[in-house]
């Protein structure tokens, strides 16, 4: 059954650091997404991604964050340079026809760590 | 005002019970309501998605929505202990163009 892949898993960075989590969404998906869930807290939408452009992001998505589609198959999030609050787990989606039409499939997660 | 909320819980059924979760959303012309499951340390999954209101059924599932009260339940039938995770409600807004909106989840434990 095809899945979304992320890399790594658990990424453990040093405050001011660049970090860049990576995702393989399903292969004939075409909207993309990035999620990020503090410890104990609600998913929180970053970014959505269609036909390589941001479609819409959120108020957490400022300008130390950035996300490219640098070939077919890669989705990547980078965080220029992170702050102990960046702490969280990064899940990476994605979807057919949309977030509102349909399932959101989501990788198993990047845990990133800033110390 | 919050985008959606739910009862963090936890809520406890015993086995074979139902299993009763609610949600409310603010963005009244919301066209899309999802069900995820999430279970400890993994990544949401897809239960149910309802658009009209009234009562869409699957299996052990049943999803209610009621779109002038603003609100989305989802009912777990003879409830299982692999029922036990947090249960997110998300909405997609009207008022944006390409995201869905989760609420803060409801955990539920089946006990044995």
């Known amino acids: 059954e095809p899945e979304v892949t992320q890399t790594p898993s658990h990424q453990v960075t040093q405050m001011g650091q660049e970090v860049i989590l990576r995702c393989v969404p399903i292969?004939?998906?075409?909207?993309f997404y990035w999620y990020r869930q503090i410890l104990g807290q609600k998913v929180e939408f970053l970014v959505s991604?269609?036909?390589?452009?941001?479609?819409?992001k959120s108020e957490i998505f400022d300008d130390q964050f950035s996300v490219e589609r640098p070939d077919g198959s890669n989705f990547t999030l980078k965080i220029r340079s992170t702050k102990l609050e960046d702490s969280a787990m990064y899940f990476c989606a994605s979807t057919l026809a949309g977030a509102n039409t349909g399932e959101l499939f989501f990788g198993e997660g990047s845990r990133l760590t800033v110390l | 005002q919050k985008e959606v909320e739910q009862n963090s819980g936890p809520l406890s059924v015993p086995e074979g019970a139902i299993a009763s979760l609610n949600c409310t959303y603010s963005d009244r012309g919301s066209q899309s309501f999802f069900w995820y499951r999430q279970y400890s340390g993994k990544s949401p999954e897809l239960i149910m998605f309802?658009?009209?209101?009234g009562d869409k059924e699957d299996g052990r599932f049943t999803a209610q929505l009621n779109k002038a009260s603003q609100y989305v339940s989802l009912l777990i039938r003879d409830s299982q202990p692999s029922d036990s995770a947090t249960y997110l409600c998300a909405v997609a807004p009207k008022t944006s163009y390409d995201k869905v909106i989760f609420g803060p989840g409801t955990s539920l434990s089946v006990i044995p």
């Open positions: 309802i658009y009209s209101n």
């Open positions: 991604f269609y036909n390589n452009e941001i479609s819409e």
């Open positions: 292969s004939n998906h075409l909207y």
